[in-house]
């Protein structure tokens, strides 16, 4: 793992694929346990662009039937979240009655999962579980509970496996750190 230069920033190795993979195991494991015999369908809610990669690698690790949906939610511009969530693409299918799992790249301040929440339970979730790769615990300040968290990590901005500055990045396997 070398330093990336992305833009006008470089990155440097933070986390390495094989210990993203092993979050993965034990998210997904997690998950099975919970849904394993489940009669329903769950539905497997992507938040793009970010979620893609986690969400194709968790989808493989899942042994129950489940629905895979997206919809696309914005908060950043550059390294800065703006504070305010816009609804870029709608849900891909209907979420009315059904159990959904939301499937997060990363949660820092809560905001996007907080309006992500309200979105779905206005189109008729009877369910809503949070699944995140990585928690920035001491920015998230919400009261939704996440259910399922691959890994904690410091408050720095990171890209990699699936993570982008300015749509750069997102096709690493490993994570990086802004090297200030």
Do not use: W
Not at 80 to 88: F, I, L
Not at 118 to 124: A, V
Not at 136 to 146: A, I, M, N
């Amino acid at each position: 793992m070398d330093h990336v230069k992305l833009h006008d920033k470089t990155f440097k190795p933070f986390i390495p694929y094989e210990k993203i993979i092993s979050a993965i195991d034990g998210v997904a494991d997690k998950i099975n346990q919970d849904f394993r015999g489940c009669t329903d369908v769950p539905i497997i809610l992507c938040v793009l662009n970010g979620s893609i990669v986690f969400t194709g690698e968790l989808l493989k690790r899942l042994d129950f039937p489940c629905q895979l949906v997206s919809m696309k939610l914005t908060s950043y511009e550059g390294t800065y979240s703006t504070g305010k969530v816009r609804q870029v693409m709608g849900l891909t299918a209907s979420v009315r009655d059904r159990r959904v799992i939301v499937v997060e790249d990363i949660v820092d301040t809560g905001n996007t999962i907080f309006d992500l929440c309200d979105i779905l339970k206005g189109e008729g979730a009877n369910e809503v579980r949070i699944c995140t790769l990585l928690l920035k615990p001491e920015v998230y300040k919400k009261d939704v509970k996440l259910d399922y968290v691959g890994m904690e990590i410091p408050n720095a901005f990171i890209v990699g496996f699936g993570l982008d500055y300015d749509e750069l990045g997102r096709n690493l396997k490993d994570i990086y750190v802004l090297d200030q």
